[in-house]
């Protein structure tokens, strides 16, 4: 006798949403908490995210921003995780001019409220520039009280900042003014002469990089760029310096966490990639049958797949596939067409038996496999009939 | 009437090596080219690897130069890197004490020649300074004339090196006495006052970031270590600082290729599989069997899979398994055993047809499939027959 379980797992990029809750048998205790936590932002903030980079260090064509992770582009990512804020109003997404059409697409495919586009400048400081300036006059000019109180910048390459450190910069950033992400530095800096030898190296306690997300209120960064000379908005590129140099502001700096980094080169891609999928992976989905056999494989199946944090089990009735199962010809089929819906499907059939040690065996088995399918998400083998 | 197909894909890491040459139809343009390109180095050249990290920054327990990549730790893929440049003499590895065992058995496992495996210092100076030290006692005294002529330090995990570059470092080094690897820096680099605040921001053109490998001659990085103070050894971490300071020696700055980059985080480990995954797919080989159907297949499947720098075609008689693979209980067990000697074997039916669109439809699906394996190379998935 064989159990057919199918292996579902959705591949549209909402691993917080469930169409069909079904059965929940299993701990959530790994589940990262996005919840506010009780944190009240009283005050308006709005989001410049500059995203014309050429993305030139990936030696890619497509610029980095506009890679396709599982289906969802970059930028999507990093909006997603400003919409997600609740106290965050508005987000002004600033792109090269050639970029304007695919940038709409991208709002409308993804469904990202909250979003403005603006066109970029020539230079990292003129986009930004740019993006401030639209939050003043958005929608037809805006009294000075309908104006965001604090502007944070961020990277649309960061795809990975958090609520908890948005806070913090947003609430440093109304107290002094200005406020930026800092992290220790990975290599040793050193000054080269002008004939390429070295002249001397900093101290590296006493440095850090500048990072992303950096906040500031609306008046500071505006003046900011109403002061500065043609020659920072040509060559520099450190917002933090501007304040400091044409307000007075010493920005307060704040220690993030290492999943701030910026996806720079090639190799990024990849760091990049296994994160969302181990994020998505967190709320994979296993469902089986509604057998008593069933029903005990969900149990082991629970406790081997302990890798993953959150594993739901639900009744087959949900999939009205019921009875089909047996034949992979099947299955191929059912696959095709939830392939169109960004759903990859993955059969697994498992050969009972009498024996506890076979069947045990077989139980790891599967959940081996589902462990794979499920992190490596490869469109090529939907519809495969898999043998645990 | 069934054609089967077998790919297998060698996980040994050795991809440049084939024990069956089988036939070559295929292009080998994309191939890296791994020829010393007849650079001759008439010095003698040794290397110092620091492996002494406690990989914190990574969050894991295993300190990151051995964390296993396809079934080889980091540190080994690096100490390859040095051995297949045929003007290195020795490498000396320096471990902590309690990582002298492992490092021994890494080397015997994976057949490293030339490698020396000394116990670190508490600090990266002190590892550095064992090591050099230990090149100029090797083999119980040597004379100045054995003694290398230049000394090359790197880090254990940066894997990517490769010969061109440490041959410029070689030269430089011999000529000035220091050379060092810088890259661009990737941040602003800001100086904080003592509360946490912006004290002023660093001109970034001005600046570089240094990086391995770097290149002394024996002499100057010896007195360096000789002259250097307590606190250097305690807090330093910069050797070509050394050489400035206490030889007035300043160092030839050299540009590398971002393959230089030094495993630091977590996403970093997923970034280090990922080129490790494409270079050895670069060697990739699908076996057919030897009927006409198979040879057109092969031509075929050589069009499509292009996204493969070599395909190698050869015939089934040397897998001495032909006549049992209708069967997909026969290629489990084969792949079972296979596994063993670290050889991952997938099975793909191609459901033949005398349709023309239908076949080059099968045909493309087999690419598809056969791509994905090769990328993931996932373990839970070997013994598979898949349908194309």
Same mark, same amino acid.
Request: proline residues 4%; glycine residues 6%.
């Given at each position: ?13 909402? @691993? ?6 079904g ?14 936590? =009780?944190?009240?932002?009283?005050? @308006?903030?709005?989001?410049v ?8 260090? *990936? ?12 289906g969802?582009?970059?930028?999507? #990512? %990093?909006?997603?995780? +400003?919409?997600?804020?609740? /106290?965050?109003?508005?987000? !002004? ?16 495919? +993804? ?45 649309a390459?960061? @795809? ?10 947003? !609430? ?14 990975v290599? %040793?800096?050193?000054? %080269? ?36 000379s ?13 304040a400091?140099? #044409?307000?007075?502001t ?14 720079? #080169?090639k ?20 469902? *089986?049958?509604?057998? %008593? ?22 009744? !087959? ?29 993955? =059969? ?10 076979? /069947? ?26 898999l043998?645990?």
């Amino acid at each position: 006798m064989e159990v057919n379980d199918i292996n579902m797992q959705s591949d549209n990029c909402e @691993p917080d949403r469930a169409a069909h809750p079904g059965i929940f048998l299993c701990h959530q205790a790994g589940k990262s908490d996005h919840q506010p936590a =009780g944190r009240y932002v009283d005050f @308006p903030v709005s989001v410049v995210l500059p995203a014309g980079g050429s993305g030139e260090r *990936t030696g890619l064509q497509t610029p980095k921003q506009f890679c396709s992770f599982l289906g969802r582009p970059l930028i999507s #990512y %990093t909006i997603q995780a +400003f919409e997600r804020v609740s /106290w965050i109003q508005s987000i !002004m997404v600033v792109v090269a001019k050639e970029n304007m059409d695919l940038m709409t697409d991208i709002i409308q495919r +993804f469904q990202h409220r909250k979003v403005r586009v603006v066109p970029g400048g020539s230079t990292r400081h003129r986009s930004i520039c740019n993006g401030v300036l639209a939050l003043g006059e958005e929608e037809g000019g805006r009294s000075a009280a309908e104006r965001p109180k604090v502007v944070i910048i961020h990277d649309a390459v960061r @795809p990975f900042v958090e609520e908890d450190f948005l806070y913090k910069i947003a !609430m440093a950033a109304k107290e002094q003014g200005a406020a930026g992400a800092i992290r220790p530095l990975v290599s %040793t800096v050193i000054a %080269t002469t002008s004939e390429g030898y070295l002249d001397h190296s900093l101290e590296r306690a006493k440095y850090r990089a500048s990072e992303m997300p950096q906040g500031f209120t609306y008046d500071v960064i505006c003046q900011a760029y109403q002061r500065c000379s043609e020659s920072d908005f040509e060559f520099g590129t450190e917002c933090l310096h501007l304040a400091l140099q #044409y307000c007075g502001t010493n920005a307060k700096l704040i220690e993030g966490p290492p999943t701030l980094w910026k996806v720079t #080169y090639k190799r990024d891609l990849a760091a990049a990639e296994s994160i969302i999928k181990e994020t998505l992976s967190r709320s994979a989905c296993i469902i *089986t049958g509604g057998s %008593t056999q069933a029903a005990t494989l969900a149990v082991a199946l629970q406790k081997a797949v302990s890798a993953l944090d959150m594993v739901r089990f639900s009744s !087959m009735d949900e999939l009205s596939v019921s009875g089909r199962m047996a034949e992979p010809a099947a299955i191929m089929d059912l696959a095709s067409t939830a392939k169109l819906r960004n759903i990859l499907l993955y =059969g697994i059939q498992l050969h009972q038996s009498k024996e506890a040690e076979r /069947w045990e065996k077989s139980v790891l088995r599967v959940a081996e496999i589902a462990s794979a399918l499920i992190r490596d998400r490869s469109p090529a083998l939907v519809g495969q009939l898999l043998q645990a």
